[in-house]
């Protein structure tokens, strides 16, 4: 208490001047309209500029909630997409009530590689969320993969970028089937084969998925030609292919489960035992 006292004395005529110099300010801004304006307009500046820095922070640690929000509306909307883009389903949609063929389940990539020969993912959705073998991933771009084996809660994926990927794609304008396949030379191309040289096929044209499995359902994007190659030897081009996914910056994916998978394999599986 002593010191606080020694301060005030020695600091006295300092203090008076800080009191006498708050009084007149305080009395001017009372008295005058425009002191007054001008001090409630920089408070309210100081005041907007702290909300506003408090704001940007809030909003910056609120961007997870926000991007998984995000990713759980497109898997939704991706659902309603691919059910009415779908053309091979046997079972009409107004048969049963509320029917879907296919489901969209969203996920998150937590690993991914790009720059092997054989390249994979792995996902954190498994066979508790319904996923299985042979399901197709997709990102909001195009393709990504299919998925190959299952934990509970976890799902390997074997890319688009991996030489034994195989998938069954088209050309969008004039629907010739081909096979896509990877050649191992560049993580933003893959290759359409078996494409017969009678299509008129050319640069810039898109590449979509054929439908023609249970993995993909049709027309999901894949990419575009850039480069068209003559194979000498059969009556087939080679194209390449530049994927919209860009696979080497992956985050969200959706994987997409066909409800007559099942069904149709089994079917198909035991039309070749019996042929056999």
Do not use: C
């Amino acid at each position: 208490m002593q010191q606080i006292i020694n301060f005030i004395i020695k600091n006295s005529t300092r203090l008076l001047f800080l009191l006498l110099l708050a009084t007149s300010l305080t009395l001017t801004i009372q008295s005058h309209s425009y002191h007054r304006s001008q001090m409630v307009n920089s408070a309210n500046a100081v005041t907007g500029t702290v909300y506003e820095e408090v704001n940007e922070v809030q909003t910056y640690f609120s961007l997870r909630d926000e991007n998984d929000k995000l990713a759980k509306e497109n898997a939704y909307l991706r659902k309603l997409l691919f059910n009415k883009k779908d053309s091979t389903s046997t079972l009409p949609k107004d048969s049963v009530k509320g029917y879907d063929k296919l489901e969209v389940i969203q996920s998150k990539v937590i690993n991914n590689s790009y720059n092997k020969t054989e390249n994979y993912l792995t996902i954190n959705s498994g066979a508790i969320k319904g996923l299985r073998p042979d399901m197709g991933v997709v990102s909001s771009e195009g393709i990504v993969g299919v998925v190959e084996k299952i934990s509970p809660r976890y799902a390997t994926v074997i890319s688009v970028l991996n030489i034994k990927s195989k998938i069954n794609a088209k050309v969008k304008r004039t629907n010739h089937f081909g096979s896509l396949i990877w050649k191992a030379k560049n993580a933003g191309y893959v290759q359409l084969v078996e494409i017969p040289r009678l299509a008129s096929v050319k640069k810039g044209d898109t590449i979509v998925t054929g439908g023609r499995s249970t993995i993909f359902p049709e027309n999901i994007p894949v990419g575009i030609i850039d480069r068209i190659y003559t194979d000498t030897e059969t009556n087939y081009y080679t194209l390449d292919v530049r994927l919209f996914t860009d696979m080497t910056n992956l985050n969200h994916v959706y994987v997409i489960k066909n409800k007559e998978a099942a069904e149709i394999n089994q079917l198909e599986a035991e039309t070749v035992k019996k042929n056999e």
